[in-house]
């Protein structure tokens, strides 16, 4: 269970910090009036977009760091068979990489596309190759299964199987959920299309959440990949000397 | 002693229904039934929260019958006593005291008391509710199954749970794990409404040391249940792979009736540490709101103001911190490193500490107040009795010694029922009576609610104080019956009686609170906008009960903390949240 401490230790932080910014030793009893900064105002529909996917991803990573939770524990135990790692599994982080990076991409150009015209087809493009490699990259995940099923790798044969199957599953089922997503946005984008001069801020910010919700799915799969290929072990093998 | 800022009150421009954007409903489906709106979505949720509730209070008779007179009902076999058991108090625990406090008085709360329009995310509330609904409706469901819901206990700990031999292994655990999955993400959708909305939602002025106590609660309740629910799912996700499709994450190799299982080298420990990571945070999940309501109780009917407020603010984050690095004191039969047991001891301990800051405070909130003894108020002070009564209890659970001995007998059964049953349950009833006149614009019959307290009150410790006795002497709780045993003196069995009556009676009480809901609905006295003479917000708007977005034309503007209650030298004994302080006779 280290690392869902360490984990809630670090949302604890976050919000000691953000606590101790909100003047929490003022003295309400003694101030009337409108004091200090006025909040509510300052609050538009964008920060708090912004705000309730930051909340949706402490959310979903607290999901995943549980199930890294145990896994670590399982691990530990004799009857722990390590899966081989396929090589297509590679080729489907870099295609997840490019997901990313397209979307990336989509985002920089919504950004300008506030100051500069015709940046509207650069999104588009943007948004249509993170969704179909997002595509790729689940039908490559399906390949993967389908592979190591195959080989003998089953789902109850040995809990290493157990945890990889589930891990990937809910990755992807994220994915999935991720791609619904990107379908409105990329509804709005083509609303929008009659209207080619400049880009609105809900598009920046549809695409900009999207984008964010990518590379935090990017970083989940990486680290479930990392322990899959043992690096993990290792890292937790080192940990165990130091601290023994 | 005032700080006013001169020429504050002139610079704030109004703010318009139009800069808002609001969903307009269109038809009365939209409006009552598929509803955006926050204090529909609110009723919405606590009714249904209210009768999954009276499901779990019948099967509480049931059990009661069975302990209280064992062999006298044929129809209460052990399988089905096992299932009131556990389906008790999964409903009790999940669908009904989680559900009312964050769906029903969260929804309904948040935005009216920190001056909003509505949530942040209205759609998303509303699948919140009905994913919810939905939840309640598989878990009903398994009682339609074949082999009926699970007996599993409401902790469902493998192996057994899903082991042949325990009651619903066909069918009801895998929908109870299936409801459990639904809520999960209902919850979750409408925790991020909570949270958010209290991050970017407020009006202006109000700024977090402004807010009232009941939000505190409710917001620092929502963010431990986004962080601890995960395990939960984690748990149930993983056990619902063990039992459809094989997988050991749970189950050990095991031989059942004289055959080898196919499971082999899972952690029914591993279990208990997903689930309990839920388990503990989740008895603050149903704390910290019936604490923050409390306060505000107190305060209103005490017409006094908080005492500590600052004090209360920083013990309530500090208990929510807390909360999670506690779960193994529900693990100290299960085995575990000594030196753990010793870690958990200490940090459940600790936790004593705001705690009781809390409970001082809210005497000292008392203390020379002008106390009006109405219902709300009697439903406050016997919270605050009956849970330091649990948590009295609780010391001597969190230390490992004195719980191994205690561990499975009927004193944990008194402790967490008086600590995490009674007392959220007696504020969630302080509760109703305090803003069913802002929900429904009537008073609830004062006579029905006397006779409801003192009922409810004196019979719970009726009930669960014999309990404790019961546990000292060692009867084990789970028993579907004692048998024949040595050290269990026939006066354990007469007071099971006892027992039994005073949970009929008390059970009796709660359906005549059920009528005054309906009764005074129609028949109540006129309440009129603020029958308490509160301060906060939701008693200022423009309707009672307020309508869609709440506040009318303009959105209310804060000026002060929300206990400004016998303020030396003002006109009234409160001063409203949103008046300016021009207007204040000095």
């Known amino acids: 269970m280290g690392a869902i401490i360490l984990f809630v230790a670090v949302i604890a932080a976050i919000v000691a910090w953000w606590l101790a910014r909100q003047k929490l030793t003022s003295k309400p009893w003694l101030e009337e009036g409108v004091i200090g900064e006025v909040p509510g105002v300052a609050a538009s529909p964008t920060s708090q977009a912004k705000v309730g996917l930051g909340v949706f991803l402490a959310v979903v990573g607290s999901l995943f760091v549980l199930l890294i939770s145990a896994y670590s524990m399982r ?13 297509l599994l590679w080729l489907n982080t870099a295609i997840l990489v490019l997901s990313s990076i397209a979307l990336q991409w989509a985002q920089v150009a919504a950004k300008h596309g506030q100051t500069r015209r015709g940046q509207l087809d650069d999104v588009k493009i943007g948004l249509l190759a993170g969704a179909a490699f997002a595509l790729m990259f689940l039908v490559g995940q399906v390949l993967v299964w389908r592979q190591l099923t195959a080989a003998g790798y089953l789902l109850a044969t ?87 | 002693m005032v700080d006013v800022t001169p020429g504050a009150v002139e610079s704030i421009p109004a703010a318009e229904v139009a800069d808002v954007e609001l969903y307009h409903p269109h038809s009365w489906i939209t409006k009552y039934v598929f509803s955006q709106d926050a204090k529909i979505i609110a009723i919405q949720y606590s009714c249904t929260a209210l009768a999954i509730g009276l499901v779990a209070l019948v099967l509480s008779w049931l059990m009661r019958l069975q302990l209280g007179f064992p ?42 008391m920190l001056g909003a329009r509505d949530m942040v995310f209205p759609y998303v509330n509303m699948l919140s509710y009905w994913i919810y609904l939905l939840a309640v409706l598989v878990l009903v469901a398994s009682y339609f199954a074949p082999g009926g819901p699970t007996g599993a206990g409401w902790t469902l700990y493998p192996p057994q749970a899903i082991l042949s031999g325990t009651p619903g292994r066909e069918w009801g655990i895998i929908l109870m794990l299936t409801s459990l999955g639904l809520f999960i993400i209902g919850f979750t959708m409408g925790g991020l409404n909570y949270v958010v909305t209290v991050l970017q939602g407020r009006a202006r002025g109000m700024t977090l040391m402004r807010m009232p106590l009941t939000v505190w609660g409710i917001f620092t309740a929502t963010v431990l249940a986004l962080l601890a629910f995960p395990a939960l799912l984690v748990a149930a996700i993983m056990m619902l792979f063990d039992r459809l499709l094989g997988t050991s994450f749970f189950m050990p190799s095991l031989v059942e009736m004289g055959e080898q299982l196919s499971y082999g080298g899972g952690s029914p420990i591993l279990f208990q540490h997903l689930f309990w990571f839920f388990g503990h945070p989740e008895v603050y999940i149903v704390a910290l709101p019936a604490f923050g309501i409390v306060s505000d109780l107190i305060s209103t009917h005490a017409r006094k103001n908080i005492f ?91 230390n490992v010694v004195v719980d191994v001995p205690l561990s499975d007998t009927m004193f944990v059964v008194a402790h967490f029922h008086m600590v995490m049953g009674v007392a959220p349950i007696l504020v969630i009833f302080g509760a109703i009576y305090h803003w069913y006149p802002k929900i429904t614009g009537r008073m609830l019959n004062d006579a029905m609610g ?78 009129g906008s603020n029958p308490w003479r509160a301060t906060t917000l939701e008693w200022q708007t423009q309707h009672t009960p307020p309508r869609h977005g709440n506040f009318g034309e303009e959105l209310p503007v804060v000026y002060r903390w929300a206990y400004d209650y016998s303020v030396p030298g003002a006109a009234e004994d409160f001063v409203p949240q949103n008046r300016p302080p021009a207007a204040r006779a000095t």
């Open chain 1, 75 to 87: 691990m530990q135990a004799p009857d722990w068979r390590s899966l081989p790692v396929p090589d």
């Open chain 2, 308 to 398: 500590g407020y600052r004090m209360m603010v920083w013990a309530i984050v500090a208990i929510g911190a807390l909360s999670f690095v506690v779960w193994a004191h529900h693990m100290y039969v299960s085995g575990m490193n000594p030196y753990f047991g010793f870690f958990f001891a200490f940090t459940t301990l600790i936790i004593a500490i705001p705690t009781a800051i809390k409970v001082y405070n809210w005497v000292l909130t008392l203390w020379r107040g002008d106390i009006h003894l109405t219902i709300p108020m009697l439903f406050a002070l016997g919270f605050i009795v009956t849970f330091v009564n649990g948590g009295l209890t609780g010391l001597f659970l969190g």
């Open chain 2, 71 to 112: 062999g006298v009902f044929s129809f209460i076999d052990v399988d089905s006593y096992y299932q009131f058991i556990t389906m008790h108090g999964m409903i009790m625990v999940i669908y009904l005291i989680t559900a009312i406090f964050l769906g029903g008085f969260g929804n309904y709360l948040i935005p009216l």
């Open chain 2, 450 to 527: 006397q006779f409801h307290f003192w009922v409810t009150f004196v019979g719970a410790y009726l009930i669960f104080f014999p309990m404790h006795y019961l546990g000292l002497l060692g009867v084990p709780r789970r028993y579907y019956e004692m048998g024949e045993t040595a050290f269990i003196p026939e006066s354990a069995t007469s007071l099971n009686h006892f027992i039994t009556i005073a949970a009929l009676i008390v059970g009796f009480a709660q359906l005549v609170f059920l009528f005054n809901l309906f009764w005074s609905l129609k028949k109540g006295k006129e309440a």
């Open chain 1, 158 to 244: 040995n809990p290493a199987n157990a945890f990889f199957y589930l891990m990937a599953g809910l990755h992807a089922l994220h994915l999935c959920g991720g791609l619904v997503a990107l379908g409105r946005t990329a509804a709005k984008v083509w609303q929008e299309g009659h209207r080619p001069d400049w880009i609105s801020g809900r598009i920046r910010l549809s695409v900009g959440l999207c984008a964010a919700y990518w590379h935090f799915l990017l970083f989940v799969w990486l680290i479930v990949l990392s322990m899959l290929t043992g690096w993990v072990e290792d890292v937790l093998v080192i940990c165990g000397r130091l601290f023994s």
